[in-house]
């Protein structure tokens, strides 16, 4: 009876090699989505400490999927994005990723014109859930986080952090008036002001929305004018990793408030480790940089609906700044 069990084992052995090499045949004998053009918007200025680890993301997935990905900056300004996609839908690309700063309606007539030409669009950073609900069967899916959950996330962080309450101060310095990319700096401000807090809100404008540098001099007016803060949290990557610089210039020396902010970036890994930023909500930029180039292939070549991935949720602060920082030094974090 052994020998007869040996050769029914032998068999099946035989039979699920001969099945798994079939299967192997049927797969693709070149990258997925080599010979796919992809047009990314990048969301922010050249250079610019988050956007960068967006487009690493980004041109990594095009090195991993054999694909080409042209890379476009819209210095932040939603006016510039809707610019920049009409660019993009005149090159007749095979997808489009966008940052939905300029909102739903904004966009809405040229990711019309664009799906009915058979361009995939999917967005990244910024959700658009109007246009995501009607073209998800198309491929619009969304790489990110979302808005006011991130912000009401960092600010109750906070709260339970320092322990501030009623009558505490706090500045919270974001972008309220674009429609929903301003969910997040809404959500912050409910947060604290529903804790007790007395909550100051400063809009940033389209100058430093560009170049944070330039918010420095605003900074160090308002700390001058309010010297009873004790919190300050920025809804902008780029102006976190100012807030530094920000303090110093204003005499704030380290842990004098607690600052708060989201992304990661080399200067604000030192702003951390010099004890000026002690809280950070990281939104992984690098995967929503990777993930939409993956969407727009896997939908191009294999048809997949839009998928929504929540690419953050954790926070970066002084007892996890040591693993973090080298990848943040490299622009993978």
């Known amino acids: 009876m052994k020998p007869r069990k040996l050769s029914i084992v032998a068999a099946l052995c035989i039979l699920l090699a001969a099945s798994i090499t079939a299967f192997a045949g049927d797969?693709?004998?070149?990258?997925?989505?080599?010979?796919?053009?992809?047009?990314?918007?990048?969301?922010?200025?050249?250079?610019?400490?988050y956007n960068t680890i967006v487009q690493n993301g980004a041109l990594q997935a095009a090195r991993d999927l054999g694909c080409t990905v042209k890379l476009f900056y819209s210095d932040w300004s939603p006016q510039?994005?809707?610019?920049?996609?009409?660019?993009?839908?005149?090159?007749?690309?095979?997808?489009?990723?966008?940052?939905?700063?300029?909102?739903d309606d904004a966009y809405r007539p040229f990711i019309e014109e664009a799906v009915a030409k058979g361009i995939i669009v999917t967005a990244t950073d910024t959700e658009l859930p109007a246009l995501q609900a009607r073209y998800q069967s198309s491929g619009f899916g969304y790489?990110?986080?979302?808005n006011y959950?991130?912000?009401?996330?960092?600010?109750?962080?906070?709260?339970?952090?320092?322990?501030?309450?009623?009558?505490?101060?706090?500045?919270?310095?974001?972008?309220?008036?674009?429609?929903t990319r301003g969910r997040s700096s809404l959500a912050l401000v409910e947060t604290l002001e529903k804790a007790g807090l007395t909550?100051?809100?400063?809009?940033?404008?389209?100058?430093?929305?560009?170049?944070?540098?330039?918010g420095q001099p605003v900074m160090t007016a308002y700390l001058s004018a309010n010297p009873d803060c004790k919190l300050v949290i920025m809804d902008h990557g780029a102006l976190?990793?100012?807030?530094?610089?920000?303090?110093r210039a204003a005499g704030v020396g380290p842990d004098a408030i607690f600052g708060a902010g989201f992304s990661m970036s080399p200067a604000t890994v030192s702003a951390i480790k010099n004890g000026y930023v002690d809280l950070v909500g990281d939104g992984q930029p690098y995967l929503q940089g990777y993930l939409p180039v993956l969407q727009i292939v896997l939908t191009k070549k294999l048809g997949f609906s839009g998928l929504t991935i929540q690419t953050g949720g954790g926070f970066v602060h002084k007892d996890n700044i040591d693993l973090i920082a080298p990848l943040a030094e490299k622009g993978l974090r």
Not at 28 to 48: Q, R, S, Y
Not at 169 to 176: E, N
């Open 240 to 247: 976190t990793a100012q807030l530094e610089n920000f303090f």
């Open 143 to 146: 790489s990110g986080v979302d």
């Open 80 to 103: 510039l994005m809707i610019e920049n996609f009409k660019k993009a839908l005149a090159a007749k690309p095979d997808g489009i990723v966008v940052m939905g700063h300029p909102g």
């Open 27 to 49: 797969l693709p004998k070149t990258a997925l989505g080599e010979g796919m053009t992809i047009w990314f918007d990048t969301g922010g200025p050249v250079g610019g400490t």
């Open 149 to 179: 959950a991130r912000g009401k996330a960092l600010a109750t962080e906070a709260l339970n952090r320092t322990g501030l309450g009623k009558g505490d101060r706090a500045l919270v310095w974001g972008l309220k008036s674009q429609p």
């Open 199 to 214: 909550v100051d809100y400063m809009e940033i404008t389209p100058e430093i929305d560009k170049d944070a540098a330039l």
